[in-house]
């Protein structure tokens, strides 16, 4: 029960359609079961509720809410939607991220619309989120903000906006933290490799018109650990292990989730 009685907003908690679960939902159930108090916020309303179904039995608190990170007054009633019914705001965990579903496309063949899509959806985001939580945490004197970035911000990757707003999302995560390890609270981002979910394997699949399996085989065979993807439950333990009182002195760092694939590019 690390998290018992801790209130936690997660942001990006339904999925898209694929096989298996996806990080933020996996992350829900994570947090329930170690006790959170969950709003599980996504734009798919039953996808959200389908995620705090799933939360809820497995013994957890966690209450579907509506929001398009695109438009900042939603996400600000998240927030207080959260603060209302619990009367604070723990953790913040923002999983919401885009590439080729957003357009996303090579540095020849980016478009303005595209870009200003995934920008929109991977860090602006992020930053408003934090913008309205910021607030609730400062008069707490304490809070936990997890980011999910990718390793893409690190590594050679073939698309424009994905790359440069997972790059950014990683140094603005690193600004909260210094700005306000004053007032207690931490903020840290996990950057995944490889990952066996909907959004990276299915979404995939469905662009390049190939099987499932194919490209499953083809993102395992990159993996250096094991010649095997990671899956969400190895994002959301660690995201578990960042919301929680074991990293209350671990802020500002950016952590590796991906088999080994920056040592090997490092």
Same mark, same amino acid.
């Given at each position: 029960?690390?998290? !018992? ?12 359609? %694929? ?14 079961? &170690? ?10 309303? /039953? ?13 957890? &608190? ?6 398009? +990170? ?18 604070? +705001? ?7 991220? +885009? ?13 303005? &619309? ?53 790059? /950014? ?12 390890? %004053? ?21 995939? /699949? ?7 399996? !194919?490209?499953?085989? &083809?993102?395992?065979?990159? +993996? ?21 009182? !074991? ?20």
């Amino acid at each position: 029960m690390r998290l !018992e009685d801790k209130i936690a907003v997660i942001i990006g908690a339904g999925q898209g359609p %694929g096989e298996g679960l996806g990080n933020g939902r996996a992350t829900a159930l994570r947090f329930a079961r &170690e006790g959170a108090k969950i709003l599980a916020v996504d734009r798919n309303l /039953a996808s959200a509720e389908e995620t705090a179904s799933l939360a809820q039995r497995e013994g957890g &608190e966690c209450v579907a809410f509506e929001a398009d +990170v695109t438009r900042e007054p939603t996400l600000k009633a998240a927030i207080a939607a959260a603060e209302g019914r619990w009367g604070r +705001v723990d953790i913040l965990h923002y999983n919401v991220g +885009v590439s080729l579903a957003g357009g996303d496309a090579s540095p020849l063949e980016i478009t303005e &619309e595209a870009f200003d899509r995934v920008a929109a959806i991977n860090l602006r985001g992020a930053i408003m989120a934090c913008k309205h939580v910021l607030p609730i945490m400062r008069r707490q004197r304490s809070g936990a903000i997890i980011t999910i970035s990718s390793v893409a911000a690190w590594e050679n990757y073939p698309l424009v906006a994905y790359k440069a707003t997972k790059a /950014a999302l990683v140094a603005y995560t690193q600004q909260i933290a210094i700005q306000n390890a %004053g007032y207690g609270i931490r903020a840290n981002v996990i950057l995944p490799g490889l990952m066996d979910t909907p959004m990276a394997v299915d979404t995939r /699949a469905r662009a390049s018109g190939r099987s499932r399996a !194919e490209v499953a085989a &083809e993102r395992d065979a990159r +993996v250096p650990l094991r010649n095997r993807m990671g899956t969400a439950w190895d994002v959301a333990n660690a995201a578990l292990f960042l919301a929680s009182d !074991e990293a209350d002195f671990i802020t500002g760092v950016a952590l590796p989730v991906d088999g080994g694939a920056l040592v090997r590019i490092g």
